[in-house]
Each structure stands twice: as C-alpha cells, then as structure tokens.
C-alpha cells in the first residue's frame, strides 16, 4: 500500500506492475462534478469521506500518470492498492492511454516517470494541511520566528538595503510555504520585490500594486526599461480546489464573493493560468509600457522553474 509518506517515498514490498493490473486509488474527500469528469475513464466509489478511483493499468508509467493527474488537481491521496482481482482480458484491451495534464504545452518538468520508477505519492498536499511534524502542532509560531530576527538584527544583514531592486525583479507568486521565491530562485534582501496571495494571481489588487512601484520607479528611472515582472504559478496549487463545485460555494458564502469569479481563479493547469496573467498584465493601461513581464512554472515536486512566456514588454509599448 502507498500512503501519505513524507517526499512520496516508496513503502519496502511496493509491488512493481509487470502486467496489466487492477489498481485501486484512494483519495481524500468527495470529488465534485468537475473533478469528477477528469477521471471518467476510471470507477468511481465515495464514502465516508473518501473516494476510490479503480482501473486497469498496463504499466507503472500508466498509473505514474494517474497519480500526476490527482496531483496536479490538489488532490489528497489516501492509498494506492492492486485490486485481488487481475485485469480481464476485456478490460486490459479497453486501457485508455495515459493522458497528459497539459495538452499541446511543451513542459519538461511534466514528463512521464520512467516504467522502473519507485511509486509514491507527490510530495505535499494542496487540499489539506499537513504537519512535518505532528508531535510539534503546537508550535510557537511567531515566537520562533521573532529569535530569528533578533539574530537577522544583530548581524546586520539589513544594513545598506536599497528600496529599488538590485535586480530589478518584482516576482507574483503563491503564497504556499512550499513556494518562497528567496529559497527557490536564490534572491537576497534587496534583490526582488514580492507579491504573494492565493494562486499568485494577477487580481486588481496586484495590478494596482504594481502601477504603485511603477509610479515609483518612473521619478527614479526617467528613460528606458523600467523593470522586469515575473509570474510564477506551481503545481499542487491549494487554488486548484476553486474547480471543485463544493469547495467553491462553501468559500464564496464564506467571503460574500461570485462563485464565477471564483472558479476563473483556480489554478488546475499552472501553464495556462500564467499565460492568461501575463497577457493580462500587459494589456492594463496602470502598467508601464518600459516594464517586461514574464511567465513561468514552479514544479514543487522536482524544485525546478521552467520559463513558459518569456519576458517581453506590453502591447503598448
């Protein structure tokens, strides 16, 4: 059996699929109507708080690519289990073809496991909160946090930090713990200024923080590029669940919102949802035309960011 395990390691004994198996997937939850027809290839089953996915599988890259799918939606996995029964002969004719998440996207990092790769689950789970360590869930939060500036402080690392970015860099992202860009990308204090909220969508808001630096930046720099906006989306997006029927209009009635302005703001497929930031971006009249915008994805199970719109300015410049 796979579960939960920290990093999606492989449990000792996994067995390796060598012929077109039956296996069963268990997820965390109901799945709605939308989830829902993602798998319509597969037996559905939910109860008590569950749902079981069940198919034939022709190989370990084939279920590699189920699993992928569930990831990618922020969806929990429970448990993945062969089925006693083996795959009839009906049934092993009748195995889809393993899909991919993003059609007609080119993304290395979304390649298909290799057939001898170990099985496990993904790394980290959008849906849920879950603790790295348990026997620590009363953590002392801030408190921690505050020793740490107390060093920051005595060091001096905050001294001579200018308001400008040293790299001209002011990056959108999530604000997923999994997704800190000074980690990821290897900024210092200086080098970026950061947006963050839920998705790392370009919302109003954002768009009127960035015309606010770019009011800014203008007094600074009178003439030629201002500075560069980097999108960046990720996998395993907690905002995948705005996709989820249910999940939707019990958060929408929770903050007085449109669930269809809601449901445009789900991150299922990270590719497009940057693209259509992007875009957004450089058509707003509140930015500059001096600045560049790109898009990029943050796979969190492999650390990698791939480039999928490279930096360019707006159609008005």
Known sequence: MVTGHPGGRQPAGMNRISQPSRYRVVVRGGLGS???????????????????????????????????????????????????????????????????????????????????????????????????????????????????????????????????????????????????????????????????????????????????VCQLAEKAVPEGPLFEVAVIHHTQCGAGALADDGFRHAYARRIGAEEADLRDSAVLDPAGTVASDVERLRFTEAVSPRVSVSGHVYDVATGLVETVIPAARGRRA
Not at 138 to 167: K, M, Q, W, Y
């Open 34 to 212: 939308t989830f829902a027809s993602a798998f319509d290839e597969l037996e559905l089953e939910s109860r008590e708080g569950e749902t079981s996915l069940t198919g034939c599988f022709v190989d370990q890259a084939q279920l590699h690519g189920l699993l992928d799918r569930v990831r990618d939606l922020g969806i929990a996995i429970v448990s993945v289990n062969p089925v006693e029964r083996p795959a009839t002969r009906e049934e092993q004719l009748l195995v889809p073809p393993t899909r991919t998440r993003n059609p007609g996207v080119q993304n290395t990092m979304h390649a298909q496991p290799a057939a001898d790769a170990p099985l496990g689950p993904p790394a980290g789970d959008a849906m849920a909160f879950d603790l790295a360590r348990p026997e620590q869930s009363d953590a002392a939060g801030i408190d921690t946090a505050l020793a740490s500036n107390r060093a920051f402080a005595a060091a001096g690392r905050h001294e001579g930090v200018t308001v400008f970015p040293n790299l001209r860099l002011l990056v959108i992202t999530c604000l997923d713990p999994r997704v800190e860009p000074a980690q990821f990308l290897g900024l210092g204090l200086g080098d970026a200024m950061v947006i963050r909220n839920g998705g790392g969508r370009v919302t109003r808001n954002v768009i009127d923080d960035v015309a606010l």
